[in-house]
């Protein structure tokens, strides 16, 4: 009986050497449970898979019991779970789990966890008696398949959802895929022409000539960009603003075409209308001693009248193939009254500057009113405008023998403002200058002082570099240059930021405040790229207070905890509204109207890419604030 009592355990030893080898070299994250949900063995895999060493294993696997995790029902893969320790083999969803969570809930906040995407699967194993001696949890690490699943499907999403149609073809001409917008255009499903030749689909006009060109440009400029009139699935003409470009694959050689059409029939109906509209009045439009122009809806010329030629000294010909914003002396001034216009407002005796062909600024006073079609849809502008530049001239004359007298009492301060510019700058110059002359008297000695002349180029050195940083802060911030994350004074780096704003902050009469903590540790970060993220925080407090009474600015710093520091933005704006915030952060999503929703999304990636945070908040009375936490630099030890 001994003998085979010791054969069986012998072979019981066996069986769990071999189970724990099979544990170890197993790539799955895998832990065993006792029936009450306690951890009793866990494997290397599930060490790297949560970010733990063996040590912090065992204090989590003290603490921690399966069936009473709150994670897992906030997941709602509690009910799959029991099941499990009821005795049936389960298999779960993938769930993204935190184990840093798990941590703190279980009280050991000091320890930090990785998370992760996991698909787990839970084996009940059952002795002779079918009674539950333990489970085995096995799980797959599929975060980075869940990256890509995310990115692909946004990728689809935004292809589909884009307004113009893609298109992309190989070198057969065989069509490889069509987006939803192209449906709409030409009237065919992708299942419909999938597989099929270009040629079958699109029946273009001029095909083959067109077919040369566009190859040409492609190998002469790398793309094609033209004009096309297409034949839809139902028979109908569609006009078609098209752009194509060669696909390569990794080794630069070509497998196909990829194109991007617009729908521009309408636009080529609304010309047409436009010009028969014109014709009608071409003789009264033509002898009119006042400046007519008409415009289309892209603010493009049209149509001139002679005495516009004259105006701007343009032939007529090169008047219609330039746009609004060619001659506009201030373009960024009349914006408003361009979208006034395309509103369907009218705009009466309007004051703007225009250039001549010539370099000349004049002033016009314009009448404009909108243009539409049968159906009422805005078409285009016409514009009628007075040459009041003489009249201009003399009431600027006027207005400076006022200013002259009524800003006599001013010369005084005025000439101290001067003086104090200039001796920024000429300070150093003129310390430049004496130390040379200095230096050049030493040099001529029989026996000169070296140490003193030395003494000398040192001053002549520091100065010019205290001239030289009047401008450099500005030339830093505009060059391109590589990322270079250096150790940084955060508050050092605000100030340069708010010195680059300060007459905006002037100019919208934005009272500032700063609070920064003095001797905070160093940041490591791109200097350019966070001057970048601060700059724009700034810009938009401005543009969010630009319709509020009270206009008020408070920026702070401080120490947030012993690994990072925090910058406080406080604006007293309109603040951020509820609907939209979980959005503020993602790309292509503003709230401004001209905005492409890339700036919030820019600074995100940014603070990432240093290891930080930034979020918004609203403030309780009125406004929001934004918060940026950046990992304190640690200094190596010498």
């Keep these: 009986m001994n003998d085979k009592r010791k054969v069986a355990e012998e072979v019981v030893h066996e069986s769990e050497k071999r189970f724990r080898n099979l544990m170890e070299q197993s790539p799955l994250g895998i832990a065993i449970f006792t029936p009450e949900g306690q951890i009793t063995q866990v494997n290397n895999a599930w060490f790297q898979l949560w ?22 029902v906030d997941l709602g893969v509690a009910p799959l779970i029991r099941k499990a320790f009821d005795g049936e083999p389960v298999v779960l969803p993938p769930i993204e789990y935190s184990g840093q969570r798990t941590v703190e809930e279980i009280g050991l906040e000091d320890l930090k966890a990785n998370s992760a995407w996991i698909q787990g699967h839970f084996f009940p194993v059952k002795n002779e008696n079918q009674e539950i001696e ?19 499907r946004y990728q689809s999403t935004l292809l589909e959802n884009i307004s113009d149609a893609v298109i992309s073809h190989d070198l057969d001409y065989k069509i490889v895929s069509w987006n939803q917008t192209a449906q709409k255009i030409f009237g065919w ?3 419909e ?39 839809r699935k139902d028979g109908e003409r569609v006009h078609i603003q098209s752009i194509v470009a060669r696909i390569t694959n990794d080794q630069g050689n070509a497998v196909g075409f990829v194109g991007v059409a617009r729908d521009i029939t309408d636009r080529k109906q609304a010309e047409e209308v436009l010009h028969q509209s014109v014709e009608k009045y071409r003789g009264i439009f033509d002898e009119s001693i006042v400046t007519i122009y008409v415009f289309d809806e892209k603010k493009h010329f049209i149509d001139s009248n002679q005495a516009g030629l004259n105006l701007l000294g343009y032939s007529r010909d090169e008047l219609l193939s330039m746009s609004i914003s060619d001659v506009d002396a201030n373009p960024v001034v009349v914006l408003p009254a361009h979208k006034q216009l395309l509103s369907g407002e009218n705009i009466v005796n309007y004051e703007h500057q225009l250039r001549r062909k010539d370099g000349t600024i004049i ?54 403002l001067t003086a104090a510019l200039a001796h920024e700058i000429n300070h150093p110059l003129g310390s430049i200058l004496n130390n040379a002359n200095a230096a050049k008297r030493f040099l001529e000695n029989e026996k000169p ?10 001053d002549i050195i520091s100065e010019d570099k205290r001239a030289n940083d009047v401008i450099q802060k500005l030339k830093d911030l505009m060059k391109k240059t590589e990322s270079k994350y250096i150790p940084l004074k955060i508050n050092v780096i605000i100030e340069e930021v708010l010195s680059l704003a300060h007459s905006e902050l002037i100019i919208e009469n934005i009272s500032l405040s700063q609070q920064f903590e003095k001797n905070l540790p160093k940041v490591k970060a791109d200097r350019i790229q966070l001057q970048q993220v601060l700059l724009n925080l700034i810009v938009n407090a401005v543009d969010a207070m630009k319709e509020s009474k009270v206009k008020n600015l408070s920026i702070s710093t401080s120490k947030k905890d012993s690994q990072n520091i925090i910058v406080c933005m406080v604006d007293s704006g309109e603040g951020i509204d509820k609907n939209k915030k979980d959005n503020l952060f993602k790309p292509f999503f503003t709230t401004k109207k001209k905005g492409m929703g890339m700036g919030l999304s820019i600074n995100k990636t940014i603070i990432k890419s240093f290891g930080g945070d930034i979020w918004a908040e609203n403030n309780k009375d009125r406004g929001a604030s934004f918060f940026i936490t950046l990992p304190i630099h640690k200094e190596k030890s010498s």
Excluded at 134 to 152: H, P, S
Excluded at 195 to 223: C, Y
Excluded at 449 to 458: V, Y
Aim: charged fraction near 35%; avoid cysteine; hydrophobic fraction near 35%.
């Design 51 to 72: 970010g733990v060493n063996e040590e912090e294993a065992a204090q989590i696997i003290s603490r921690y019991n399966l069936l009473t995790d709150k994670q897992i």
């Design 134 to 152: 333990f489970v085995v949890n096995t799980n797959v690490d599929i975060t980075n398949l869940k990256q890509a699943e995310d990115k692909l």
């Design 189 to 191: 499903k992708a299942e």
């Design 193 to 231: 022409v999938i597989g099929r030749s270009m040629r079958e689909v699109f029946r273009t006009e001029n095909a083959d000539i067109k077919r040369e060109e566009m190859l040409a440009s492609i190998d002469d400029k790398g793309f094609w960009n033209d004009e096309v009139t297409q034949i």
């Design 363 to 416: 002033t016009v006073l314009n009448n404009s009113r909108s243009l539409t079609d049968s159906e009422g849809n805005i078409i285009g502008m016409q514009s009628t405008l007075i040459d009041i530049t003489e009249h201009k001239r003399a009431e600027e004359d006027l207005r400076q023998l006022r200013e002259e007298l009524l800003h006599a009492t001013r010369v005084g301060t005025i000439a101290e």
């Design 449 to 458: 002082d070296l140490d003193e002349i030395r003494e000398i180029i040192a």
